[in-house]
């Protein structure tokens, strides 16, 4: 006998029939003998359609209504779940976040889980109870319902398991699996068998959409076996594991893409001590999230920092540096839309030098130019033109042999 999570997206639950479907695999766990937890999203589009509504009434509603709202969505689905589980002879309770004992800090909109004391998880599953809690939500210190973010229910997943030391924690979704590359617009690309905690945690941040980044990094943490699989077929999906067994000897494991990235650059006209660390306290202060920075110090030239961030903070980030010009003391700031970001993951790039130098070249024989470039121990990221994004991913899946098994 086993104790697992088994978390359902969105799409998982959409309907009602969807929700008779999934209480099939619930049952199917449950009659084995497993002690079974439930997480899940809410229905379909609903989070989307309840930040629409919002929107109706106001530009700026506050965090803490947003929460209060946007937890709504799976507080419904977990109650229909626990109703057709009941209904199908299986004694089942929903809790929501704060009945689950979910404590999070209280950064509303993105709060961070804690705590999570399982008592009454446990005690539930004591009573030999299938337990449904609803993901994304959490309750703070000052007793406020708060949310973990968009996608965030993976956590709530991955943070139950730890607490009541599952053996297993199962990502049910409408995708059976992680890729090599986002099937839809890359060819050839592959679902993979294993993956390691780290290298998913680079492309969940790197734009790979499947998984919550803060869930792989609990599942890291707290080495919880982690499996994303579809709600629709036997398929065992992927795992994510410390370690992979080799299942080929790909140094590259995966290809991740994200759109509507923007370089910002500004130049001063003396370097002063400090400018960069002011420049950037700046921006953090305005929740401005910058990703790749290059600085350049040359002499007999003007020192320039150039960086990127996300599209959407374009506008905010310079209504934030035109106001700070002069204590920052730069002299000119320019910035080029249109941009997106490439990257390669994989944690055999440690031992294997020379790839970011394939890299290089294949994009070169691609024409396609390099406007920035980051580094880790096991990714490298390149900033090129939007329109660029596609091809530059094929190209570097079929450079780095991904779809071979
Ligand atoms: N319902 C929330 C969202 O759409 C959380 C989740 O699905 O994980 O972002
Ligand atoms: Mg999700």
Same mark, same amino acid.
């Given at each position: 006998?086993?104790?697992?999570?088994?978390?359902?997206?969105?799409?998982?639950?959409?309907?009602?029939?969807?929700?008779?479907?999934? #209480?099939?695999?619930?049952?199917?766990?449950? $009659?084995?003998?497993?002690?079974?937890?439930?997480?899940?999203?809410?229905?379909?589009?609903?989070?989307?359609?309840?930040?629409?509504?919002?929107?109706?009434?106001?530009? =700026?509603? !506050?965090?803490?209504?947003?929460?209060?709202?946007l937890s709504t969505g799976e507080q419904i689905t977990m109650a229909l779940l626990a109703i057709q589980l009941n209904e199908i002879g299986?004694?089942?309770?929903?809790? !929501?976040?704060?009945?689950? =004992?979910?404590?999070?800090? =209280?950064?509303?909109?993105?709060?961070?889980?804690?705590?999570?004391?399982? !008592?009454?998880? @446990?005690?539930?599953?004591?009573?030999?109870?299938?337990?449904?809690?609803?993901?994304?939500?959490? $309750?703070?210190?000052?007793?406020?319902?708060?949310?973990?973010?968009?996608?965030?229910?993976? !956590?709530?997943?991955?943070?139950?398991?730890?607490?009541?030391?599952?053996?297993?924690?199962?990502?049910?979704?409408?995708?059976?699996?992680?890729?090599?590359?986002?099937?839809?617009?890359?060819?050839?690309?592959?679902?993979?068998?294993? @993956?390691?905690?780290?290298?998913?945690?680079?492309?969940?941040?790197?734009?790979?959409?499947?998984?919550?980044?803060? #869930?792989?990094?609990?599942?890291?943490?707290?080495?919880?076996?982690?499996? /994303?699989?579809?709600?629709?077929?036997?398929?065992?999906?992927?795992?994510?594991?410390?370690? /992979?067994?080799?299942?080929?000897?790909?140094?590259?494991?995966?290809?991740?893409?994200?759109?509507?990235?923007?370089?910002?650059?500004?130049?001063?006209?003396?370097?002063?001590?400090?400018?960069?660390?002011?420049?950037?306290?700046?921006?953090?202060?305005?929740?401005?999230?910058?990703?790749?920075?290059?600085?350049?110090?040359?002499?007999?030239?003007?020192?320039?920092?150039?960086?990127?961030?996300?599209?959407?903070?374009?506008?905010?980030?310079?209504?934030?540096?035109?106001?700070?010009?002069?204590? @920052?003391?730069?002299?000119?700031?320019?910035?080029?839309?249109?941009?997106?970001? $490439?990257?390669?993951?994989?944690?055999?790039?440690?031992?294997?030098?020379?790839? #970011?130098?394939?890299?290089?070249?294949?994009?070169?024989?691609?024409?396609?130019?390099?406007?920035?470039v980051s580094t880790s121990e096991i990714k490298v990221s390149v900033v090129v033109p939007q329109n660029d994004m596609i091809p530059a991913?094929?190209?570097?899946?079929?450079?780095?042999?991904? #779809?071979?098994?």
């Open positions: 006998m086993s104790k697992i999570v088994m978390k359902f997206g969105g799409s998982s639950v959409a309907t009602t029939e969807k929700i008779q479907h999934i #209480a099939t695999r619930i049952n199917h766990e449950k $009659v084995n003998g497993n002690d079974v937890v439930v997480v899940v999203s809410a229905m379909g589009k609903t989070t989307d359609n309840l930040l629409g509504l919002a929107m109706e009434l106001s530009e =700026n509603p !506050t965090k803490r209504e947003m929460d209060t709202l299986f004694d089942t309770v929903s809790l !929501t976040g704060w009945q689950a =004992n979910l404590q999070t800090d =209280n950064v509303h909109r993105n709060a961070r889980i804690e705590n999570l004391d399982a !008592t009454r998880i @446990l005690d539930l599953l004591a009573e030999n109870k299938i337990v449904v809690v609803a993901g994304f939500q959490g $309750v703070s210190g000052e007793g406020d319902i708060t949310t973990l973010g968009r996608g965030g229910s993976d !956590t709530t997943a991955v943070a139950i398991a730890a607490a009541i030391e599952a053996d297993i924690c199962d990502i049910y979704t409408d995708v059976d699996g992680i890729y090599t590359s986002d099937p839809r617009f890359v060819q050839n690309a592959r679902k993979l068998e294993q @993956l390691e905690y780290d290298e998913m945690l680079e492309l969940a941040n790197l734009g790979a959409g499947v998984l919550h980044p803060r #869930a792989v990094e609990f599942a890291k943490n707290y080495k919880i076996p982690l499996r /994303v699989r579809s709600s629709y077929n036997e398929d065992v999906g992927t795992i994510l594991k410390e370690e /992979v067994d080799v299942e080929n000897n790909l140094v590259v494991r995966g290809v991740a893409f994200e759109a509507d990235i923007v370089r910002l650059t500004i130049e001063y006209e003396v370097p002063f001590n400090g400018s960069l660390a002011s420049i950037f306290t700046t921006l953090a202060a305005n929740h401005i999230n910058v990703d790749i920075i290059v600085q350049s110090i040359v002499d007999g030239k003007k020192p320039t920092v150039s960086f990127s961030i996300k599209k959407e903070s374009l506008a905010e980030a310079i209504t934030v540096l035109e106001s700070n010009k002069e204590a @920052l003391g730069f002299i000119f700031a320019d910035f080029e839309v249109g941009l997106a970001k $490439v990257s390669i993951v994989g944690s055999g790039m440690v031992s294997n030098p020379g790839v #970011a130098a394939q890299m290089f070249d294949r994009l070169r024989k691609e024409n396609i130019p390099v406007k920035m991913a094929n190209a570097l899946h079929d450079e780095f042999d991904l #779809a071979l098994v």
